[in-house]
Antibody
C-alpha cells in the first residue's frame, strides 16, 4: 500500500525557517518525482516544488524560488522541503505527493505551517 | 507561464443532477490535464489524468474531455459525496505543474 506521511510543520515567526519531511512507503521511491503542494487558508492548491527521482534535478514555483529547497534521500525514502525566509503568505497546509506516469496519484495527509509574529 | 481559468467559481446543484465544470488554459497544453477533488479536512484526490482517463477506483460517473486549451469535467449524476472543490491541473512541462483556482460544487 502506498503511503506518504509528512512531518515538521509548526509555528514560526516571519523570517524564520522550518524543515518539512515526507516519508514514503509501498512503492519504488526512486522511480517517482516527488512534489510539495500547499493550500493556504481559504485559497486553492499551489504546486510549490518538485525533485526528480534521482534527486539532482529540482524545480520551484516562482513564489518560493530562492527561499525553499527541496531534496530527497532515496536510501531513506524521504523527501524534504527546507523553508527559509518565511513570510505570512507561506502559511498553509503542505502536502507531499508523487508523480510518475500519472500526476499526483497519492498524497500525504498534510502538515500545517503557521507563520505569525 | 501557463494560467488556468476555471468556471464557474461556484456551482449549486441538487443530487442526481448532471454537472459540467470547465477549465481553460492560456496556451495549449495538449492533453496534459488532470482533475482533482478536494474535500475540507482531506487530501486531494486524483480523478482524471490525460484529460480523459479515470484514475484507479474513480467511479464511471466522472468523465473528462478536451484538448489544447479547453477541458471539461462532467459528473453524470451528482451523488451526495461529490460536494467538494474541483481543481484542474496542467502538466505539459512536467514536473512543473499549475493548478486552476478551483470550482466549488455545493448543495442548492
Amino acid at each position: 500500500e502506498v503511503q506518504l506521511s509528512e512531518s515538521g510543520g509548526g509555528m514560526v515567526q516571519p523570517g524564520g525557517s522550518l524543515r518539512l519531511s515526507c516519508t514514503a512507503s509501498g512503492f519504488i521511491f526512486r522511480s517517482y518525482a516527488m512534489s510539495w503542494v500547499r493550500q493556504a487558508p481559504g485559497k486553492g492548491l499551489e504546486w510549490v516544488a518538485a525533485v526528480a527521482g534521482g534527486g539532482s534535478l529540482t524545480y520551484y514555483a516562482d513564489s518560493v524560488k530562492g527561499r525553499f529547497t527541496i531534496s530527497r534521500d532515496n536510501s531513506m525514502n524521504t523527501v524534504s522541503l527546507q523553508l527559509n525566509s518565511l513570510r505570512v503568505e507561506d502559511a498553509a497546509i503542505y502536502y507531499c505527493t508523487r508523480s510518475g506516469g500519472v500526476p499526483f496519484d497519492y498524497w500525504g495527509q498534510g502538515t500545517l505551517v503557521t507563520v505569525s509574529s | 507561464e501557463i494560467v488556468l481559468t476555471q468556471s464557474p467559481a461556484t456551482l449549486s446543484v441538487s443530487p442526481g443532477e448532471r454537472v459540467t465544470l470547465s477549465c481553460r488554459a492560456s496556451q495549449s497544453v495538449g492533453g496534459d490535464v488532470a482533475w482533482y477533488q478536494h474535500k475540507s479536512g482531506q487530501s486531494p484526490r486524483l480523478l482524471i489524468y490525460g484529460a480523459s482517463t479515470r484514475a484507479t477506483g474513480i467511479p464511471a460517473r466522472f468523465g473528462g474531455s478536451g484538448s489544447g486549451t479547453e477541458f471539461t469535467l462532467t459528473i453524470s449524476s451528482l451523488q451526495s459525496e461529490d460536494f467538494a472543490v474541483y481543481y484542474c491541473q496542467e502538466y505539459i512541462n512536467w514536473p512543473v505543474f499549475t493548478f486552476g483556482p478551483g470550482t466549488t460544487v455545493d448543495l442548492k
